[in-house]
């Protein structure tokens, strides 16, 4: 028989596809089907966007391998753009440019940890981060995060998980699955451990423009002078640009890490797509006033969607924020995935059960509302009320 990588055999299978197998046996019923399931921008690219990027594909410079890590004129407009949002002296050495943010997340874990040695990962967590760990063969130290807390997690339940195998904790916020945002004070204070003990903080920000109204950033790490010793941000401009399927992503880190992700990103992506590089110079700038009005239309469908869960008796929203929301479903005792399937299967809502956010989640659902218009939100009491488990 064919032999195979154990740890990859170890991993899960994609939990999306395996969901949207659902929506094949739902026959229309209750209207047209309701995908909540993947966190993809609902909107297109502006016109303004698709015009640079086509032109920059048909440019045959561009089809030629880039720096590894990103052509210069981006690396500098998005270190100016992290500057600005920050504060700190940011550069272009301190950034490199991702075939997303799932590589992002790939190239600082593998920096920093192989077989052995261990990152602490809040959960309820993003499968791909547990799946990219289980597959280096890392092991995930669980730091589960309390709904009565908001899923917020606690430093000081972390600092209990560390031990001489712990290279990095990681956060994500807003965070995939919850929507929760995390306070500026917690997310300082996890900094501060990492430091003090030695370690690296991953803080993913892949949703860092769909923040609540009046927050202008989530936190204030990178201006501190000592950052690059000890923090590494990731981003994606999949969300923020609505180009999921350009694949661009980035990382800042300091040069000690930075020497470490260039071989990495060297051996799985030689370079990240240049079409969308070239591009994404001229939107970072130029769509400003296109991502605010993007992140009011999400912030409204957050308060759109609080409203519909509001109207349906037994069910509870956990947690939201961002392209999010966490929902406690009525049914005591009943396997989330059961609830998400007859959901599907009856209804023609794809949600997501809690349980493939790990351990522990079986009373809840995850929605990612941000491809759903506000009248598909507003279908949903109609679905949900009186579903049977």
Not at 243 to 248: E, K, Q, S
Request: aromatic share 8%; with cysteine.
């Amino acid at each position: 028989m064919l032999p195979l990588n154990p740890e990859i055999a170890d991993t899960g299978t994609p939990p999306i596809p395996a969901a949207r197998a659902w929506m094949t046996r739902y026959g229309g019923a209750f209207g047209p089907a309701i995908d909540l399931s993947q966190a993809a921008p609902g909107a297109p690219p502006p016109d303004d966007l698709l015009q640079r990027l086509g032109a920059a594909a048909a440019r045959p410079e561009v089809a030629r391998y880039g720096p590894i890590l990103g052509d210069e004129l981006l690396r500098a407009a998005y270190a100016a753009d992290v500057a600005s949002v920050y504060g700190g002296d940011i550069g272009p050495a301190d950034i490199a440019i991702t075939a997303g943010c799932n590589l992002a997340f790939l190239a600082a874990v593998l920096a920093l940890a192989g077989a052995g040695n261990s990152v602490i990962l809040p959960r309820p967590w993003y499968f791909n981060h547990r799946m990219t760990l289980g597959m280096l063969g890392i092991e995930t130290r669980a730091l589960d995060c309390d709904a009565a807390r908001g899923f917020v997690p606690d430093p000081a339940e972390a600092e209990a998980l560390i031990d001489a195998t712990t290279r990095a904790i990681v956060l994500v916020t807003p965070n995939n699955p919850t929507g929760a945002i995390y306070p500026e004070a917690t997310i300082a204070a996890f900094a501060a451990l990492a430091k003090r003990r030695g370690l690296a903080l991953i803080i993913d920000e892949t949703y860092r423009d769909f923040l609540a109204d009046g927050m202008g950033r989530a936190h204030g790490l990178m201006a501190e002078p000592g950052w690059r010793d000890h923090v590494i941000q990731l981003y994606s401009f999949s969300k923020s640009y609505a180009v999921p399927g350009h694949r661009i992503g980035a990382i800042a880190a300091g040069p000690r890490a930075m020497t470490q992700i260039l071989k990495i990103l060297d051996s799985f992506q030689i370079c990240a797509a240049r079409p969308a590089q070239e591009a994404l110079v001229w939107a970072i700038g130029g769509l400003a006033n296109w991502r605010a009005a993007m992140r009011a239309t999400i912030n409204g469908r957050i308060a759109a969607f609080a409203d519909v869960i509001d109207a349906c008796p037994g069910w509870s929203i956990s947690s939201i924020g961002a392209y999010f929301a966490y929902v406690r479903h009525p049914f005591e005792g009943v396997p989330a995935e059961r609830v998400a399937e007859r959901l599907a299967t009856e209804r023609g809502v794809l949600g997501l059960p809690g349980s493939y956010f790990g351990e522990g989640q079986e009373q809840h659902l995850r929605f990612a509302f941000a491809n759903a218009d506000e009248a598909a939100i507003a279908a949903l009491p109609g679905r949900l009320r009186n579903l049977l488990p």
